[in-house]
């Protein structure tokens, strides 16, 4: 497992942009799926983007797609969220998430599939 820590939160205007960034500590994180989700409150944690260990392929949650860009530096650790066009309803406590198996081609969109989880940053978008 790696240990992770996020920041860069804070709130914004609507069409504004933010960068999150999830720096992690171990020796796995170079190999293993890395992922964003998010949780808005009263609702369910749900996924925002994943790449894969080379970064070679990326997923995004569709509501997402053409506004957000994950990317990672492996030689830093550090897992990378840029968010622009920002709107309120992605509003949410944001969660960076590494995954579980290691070498994964195709990174994954399920929560079961990573096993190490941040404390979160506050995104928060006014209207």
């Known amino acids: 497992q790696v240990e992770l820590v996020e920041s860069g939160g804070g709130l914004v205007q609507a069409g504004g942009s933010l960068r999150l960034s999830c720096a992690a500590s171990?020796?796995?994180?170079?190999?293993?799926?890395m992922g964003w989700f998010r949780q808005a409150s009263g609702k369910e944690r749900e996924f925002v983007a994943a790449i894969s260990w080379t970064g070679a392929s990326i997923t995004y949650r569709d509501s997402v797609k053409g506004r957000f860009t994950i990317s990672r530096d492996n030689a830093k650790n550090t897992l990378y969220l840029q968010m622009n066009s920002l709107k309120p309803e992605d509003t949410a406590v944001y969660y960076c998430?590494?995954?579980?198996?290691?070498?994964?081609?195709?990174?994954?969109?399920?929560?079961?599939?990573?096993?190490?989880w941040g404390q979160g940053t506050q995104v928060t978008v006014s209207s």
């Open positions: 998430a590494g995954g579980i198996v290691r070498y994964r081609t195709i990174p994954t969109q399920q929560s079961g599939d990573f096993h190490s």
């Open positions: 171990g020796r796995t994180f170079s190999s293993i799926t």
